[in-house]
């Protein structure tokens, strides 16, 4: 079993900036890939970014590509999600996942077996 717990998420104004951690147990963290997904009110749930288990492998939504950075820590058990240039339509529920195969650094949240509570980050205009 797993156990994710997302923090970091607040009230920003556009332009400003958030980094997100997600904290892990219950498993051998630094084997797994993990990803962050987010959902906006009245949307289906989307990719943002993956890293794999090294760090050495990470992908990007376009929407994020150059905003976002994804990094981890695995002495601290902890996955990150700087976001910088904070845009109005980022504001969602933001969610960490670790996905069910350990490589898997793609975009299906289908293929994603545990998920964090989420943690809300709202973008003010």
């Known amino acids: 079993q797993v156990q994710l717990a997302e923090s970091g998420g607040g009230l920003v104004q556009a332009g400003g900036s958030l980094r997100l951690s997600c904290t892990a147990s219950g498993r051998s963290f630094s084997y797994y890939a993990m990803g962050w997904f987010r959902q906006a009110p009245g949307k289906e749930r989307e990719f943002v970014a993956a890293?794999?288990?090294?760090?050495?492998?990470?992908d990007y939504a376009d929407s994020v590509k150059g905003r976002f950075t994804i990094s981890r820590d695995n002495v601290k058990n902890t996955m990150y999600l700087q976001m910088n240039s904070l845009k109005p339509e980022d504001t969602a529920v933001y969610y960490c996942?670790?996905?069910?195969?350990?490589?898997?650094?793609?975009?299906?949240?289908?293929?994603?077996?545990?998920w964090g509570q989420g943690t809300q980050v709202t973008v003010s205009s």
């Open positions: 996942a670790v996905p069910r195969k350990s490589w898997y650094t793609g975009r299906l949240s289908s293929e994603y077996d545990y």
């Open positions: 890293i794999s288990a090294s760090g050495g492998s990470t």
